[in-house]
């Protein structure tokens, strides 16, 4: 089966590759780039760990073909802090206790700067709505509703 | 889980997709949002020799009114379908469905056209489109044809599509005054299939009476199912609790739900019953805004 270059801009760099069709864009993020801070769950598009930003919309990485990055811009975990600052969700996880074992916090992180960029400002029921998507088993999700309502605030000043 | 290899193509034209699909037949699989097609071929259930991506089609994203039709296009995420205004204001049936499919990651690249030639019973759109009584466009070697979608479920992960074909639009008839809809979805939890699905669309009369309905059943048989007796039955009557209580019981008799884990055949015909009861309900209250 013939091999497809593309071209992908990750966290700000442009990449390229040659890889095989069938490769998961969640496989090209930690095995080719080798940026492991994108896990890999349940590996059925239920857990939401491996949720990663394809220009701009969170996306379940273990159900794409990287093929279909080609072109697109991508957002990992590795890319949200800024000059050795951490990003106000970063923060809020840390500050607002909202992680334990932090196996979904990447996933957690994308999905919520997702929903914050299209809803600064969200609800307590909207940030609920918008991380239905990925699955924490170690925290009951108050820490994390309160980490996202932290930098909400945070961003809004 | 790794899918089997495959010959990945990316056709830039409706046109070259269909040739494509000409030209490797049943060896092919359109790549639409890839949401159902991707897990199936990291189980292996699908192996095709060939995935053609029209992803990179260009419009075929598009919600729209065109000549008193609602024009979808085939490849509009569903998430699109969840933040239209014109979607929440006319077709609240719709948002309620978009809403209710799978998350908010999976519902940034899912498409209803997808959706909806999966042919899967246990998908949302189906009997949402059932409901509102929609026209698929599907677009093969001869240009363009029109199916209905009375016609369009023809068994398990069936539709009428061609193998040469592929899904272009959804034409639903905008609804007159005094329309309202709604679906209903019992699901254990946020992205699982329905246990049960319930499409609801009403049009009443100036004097409040059912002047018209369509009732659309999600994974409860081989199909989705449209529930003929229940909508022949509501016509001309004031939508009230007892007469849309009667309407769920013959559409709960119209179901035909296997025995799985997601509960027995018996509780899913109950579930049919209310989820009808209720779906009626707002649609009914949706109709008199």
């Known amino acids: ?157 | 889980m790794i899918p089997p290899s495959f010959e990945y193509l990316r056709p830039s034209t409706v046109k070259e997709a269909v040739a494509l699909l000409q030209q490797h037949g049943d060896a092919a699989k359109i790549l639409s949002g890839g949401q159902s097609l991707i897990p199936m071929m990291k189980l292996r259930i699908a192996r095709p020799e060939y995935v053609i991506d029209i992803n990179r089609i260009p419009g075929l994203e598009y919600i729209k009114e065109d000549g008193g039709y609602l024009a979808i296009g085939g490849l509009t995420r569903e998430a699109d379908l969840e933040s239209s205004d014109l979607i929440r204001t006319k077709f609240p049936i719709i948002h309620d469905t978009a809403g209710f499919i799978a998350d908010p990651q999976v519902r940034n690249m899912a498409t209803v056209g997808g959706n909806l030639a999966h042919g899967d019973p246990a998908n949302d759109h189906p009997a949402t489109m059932l409901a509102l009584g929609a026209q698929i466009v599907a677009t093969g070697p001869a240009g363009t044809r029109t199916i209905g979608i009375d016609d369009f479920f023809v068994s398990l992960f069936t539709t009428a599509l061609k193998g040469d074909e592929i899904l272009t639009e959804i034409r639903i008839p905008m609804p007159g005054p005094h329309s309202g809809g709604a679906y209903f979805k019992l699901e254990r939890k946020v992205g699982d299939f329905a246990t049960v699905g319930v499409a609801a669309q009403v049009t009443l009369d100036s004097g409040g009476l059912c002047q018209k309905a369509g009732v659309g059943l999600t994974n409860v048989g081989g199909t989705p199912i449209r529930a003929r007796k229940a909508e022949d039955y509501l016509k001309g009557k004031k939508l009230d609790d007892s007469t849309i209580k009667q309407a769920g019981q013959l559409a709960a008799d119209e179901s035909e739900p296997s025995s799985d884990l997601r509960g027995p055949s018996d509780y899913k015909k109950a579930m049919v019953m209310e989820l009808t009861r209720r779906a009626l309900g707002r649609a009914g209250e949706r109709a008199g805004k």
Request: glycine share 12%; with cysteine; charged share 20%.
């Open chain 1, 1 to 157: 089966m013939a091999k497809q270059s593309i071209q992908v801009k990750v966290n700000g760099t442009e990449r390229d590759a040659t890889i095989e069709p069938r490769l998961l864009l969640v496989h090209f993020i930690r095995e080719v780039l080798g940026l492991t801070g994108t896990h890999i769950g349940c590996d059925t598009s239920n857990c939401g760990a491996c949720t990663v930003l394809m220009d701009g919309k969170a996306v379940k990485s273990c159900t794409l073909f990287a093929v279909q990055s080609d072109g697109r811009e991508l957002l990992t975990i590795e890319g949200v802090a800024h000059d050795g600052q951490l990003h106000p969700l970063q923060e809020g996880f840390k500050e607002e206790h909202g992680l334990q074992c932090g196996f979904c916090t990447p996933g957690m992180i994308l999905a919520s700067y997702a929903l914050l960029g299209k809803n600064p400002n969200p609800t307590e029921e909207q940030i609920r709505w918008g991380i239905s998507g990925n699955l924490c088993r170690c925290t009951g999700y108050q820490n994390i509703v309160k980490a996202v309502q932290y930098a909400a605030a945070k961003m809004g000043k």
